[in-house]
Every structure is written in structure tokens, then in C-alpha cells.
């Protein structure tokens, strides 16, 4: 079964710093997905990177980046220059074959000025 | 460009009874999937349907039910309500086929907080 594991519950980062926020996963299948969804304090959720497993190249969205190392079933997030729109709650997810998300339990985020 | 439509946003529920959630998808979205999130278990997936038809299913008991209609909207039904059934039931629409598909980015409401009394 598939598994994500998010092992940062809270995390902190001074405005204008980089932080990076940890996710493992396990999967025994060749062909998956993997996401990084922001929750903003009672806002919708929104997708902030993906990354497809059969890519070697890191995903990349502005300040957002992913360090994928796919032989440890690593997937974490670095923010770079953090600003205070940043704070909420962060999910790594996972998708396989059967198309079906599953979810870490999530990083808080806290942006100090 | 409306975005994902949930209803209602807040309900008080006692024990035993059923509560039906309804949510409208972004215009020419045709799939839809419901979690569920609670602070301790985090997003649990119940259910996803693609034009009227269920693709895909979480582990949920079967008082967990769903449905999606001829215009893309989605109802979820969760019968005798348990204290446990207390979350905030999240909805989310995307253009592919399935909610975990790489090219299918997954656009969410605002989710529906129920409490179980």
C-alpha cells in the first residue's frame, strides 16, 4: 500500500529565508505522481509543484522547488525567500496507478517577520 | 470563472441522523473526488466520480455514499451519523479523468465542517 509520511508537523521561517519541508513516501509501483498541496488558514487548498516519478529533473514553480531523490523515496519542498502569504498548511501526496491520492498528514507553516 | 462550490459550509448534526453535502465543480470540469480531513487522520480519501460514474473508492464504510449528476454536480451522503463522522469534508473538481492523474491539477472548495453531536 502506499504511504506518505510527513515528519514535520510545525515548522518555522524568518521572511526572506529558504525552508525546506520533508516527505517520504513508499510505493512498489515504477509509474507515480507526486504533489505538493498548500491549505492557507480557512482558504481552499491549492496545488503548489507536482512531479512525475519517471522525470530525473527537479520540478520548479518560481520560489517553489522539489528535491526528488527518487531511490529514497524523498520528495520535499524548499521555499525559497519566504513571505508571509506563505503560511499554511503544506501536504505531500502521492498518486499510483490507481489514480488515487494519498495524503501525508501535513507541515504547518509559520512565516515570522 | 466560478470556482468550486460547496454546501452547506457549516452543520450541527446529532447522532443517527444522515447528512447530505453538495458540491459544483468548476464549469467543464467533469471529474469530482470528496475527502475527508480531521486534525488527527489529515485527508482521507472517500470518493471520486467521472460523468455520473465512480472511478475510484477510499476505505469507508458504506454509509459513506455518493453521487455525481448529468451537469458534473456531486452530492455525498453519510447515513447514522457517528461522533467520529465530525471533519471538514473537502470536494475538489480537475479536468482529467482521475484526481490523481499528473495532468490533472485538483482545484478545492472551501469544504463542508460538520459536527456530530
Known amino acids: 500500500a502506499q504511504t506518505v509520511t510527513q515528519s514535520q508537523p510545525e515548522m518555522s521561517v524568518q521572511e526572506a529565508e529558504t525552508v525546506t519541508l520533508s516527505c517520504t513516501y513508499d510505493?512498489?509501483?515504477?509509474?507515480?505522481?507526486l504533489f505538493w498541496y498548500k491549505q492557507p488558514p480557512s482558504r481552499q487548498m491549492i496545488l503548489v509543484i507536482r512531479?512525475?516519478?519517471?522525470k530525473q529533473q527537479n520540478a520548479t514553480e518560481n520560489r517553489f522547488s522539489v528535491n526528488f531523490q527518487k531511490a529514497a523515496k524523498s520528495f520535499s519542498l524548499k521555499i525559497s525567500d519566504s513571505q508571509l502569504g506563505d503560511a499554511a498548511m503544506y501536504f505531500c501526496?502521492?498518486?499510483?496507478?490507481?489514480?488515487?491520492?494519498?495524503w501525508g498528514l501535513g507541515t504547518s507553516l509559520a512565516v515570522n517577520p | 470563472k466560478a470556482g468550486v462550490t460547496q454546501t452547506p459550509r457549516y452543520l450541527i448534526k446529532t447522532r443517527g441522523q444522515q447528512v447530505t453535502l453538495s458540491c459544483s465543480p468548476i464549469?467543464?470540469?467533469?471529474?469530482v473526488s470528496w475527502y475527508q480531513q480531521t486534525p488527527g487522520q489529515g485527508l482521507q480519501f472517500l470518493f471520486e466520480?467521472?460523468?455520473?460514474?465512480?472511478?475510484n473508492k477510499g476505505n469507508f464504510p458504506g454509509r459513506f455514499s455518493g453521487r455525481q449528476f448529468s451537469n458534473s454536480r456531486s452530492e455525498m451522503n453519510v447515513s447514522t451519523l457517528e461522533l467520529g463522522d465530525s471533519a471538514l469534508y473537502l470536494c475538489?473538481?480537475?479536468?482529467?479523468?482521475?484526481?490523481?492523474?499528473?495532468?490533472?491539477?485538483?482545484?478545492f472548495g472551501e469544504g463542508s465542517r460538520l459536527t456530530v453531536l
Open positions: 466520480y467521472f460523468s455520473e460514474t465512480q472511478r
Open positions: 512531479q512525475e516519478a519517471y
Open positions: 475538489a473538481s480537475s479536468l482529467a479523468r482521475t484526481s490523481g492523474s499528473g495532468t490533472g491539477e485538483l482545484f
Open positions: 464549469s467543464g470540469h467533469r471529474s
Open positions: 510505493t512498489s509501483e515504477s509509474d507515480y505522481y
Open positions: 501526496a502521492s498518486a499510483g496507478n490507481n489514480r488515487k491520492l494519498i
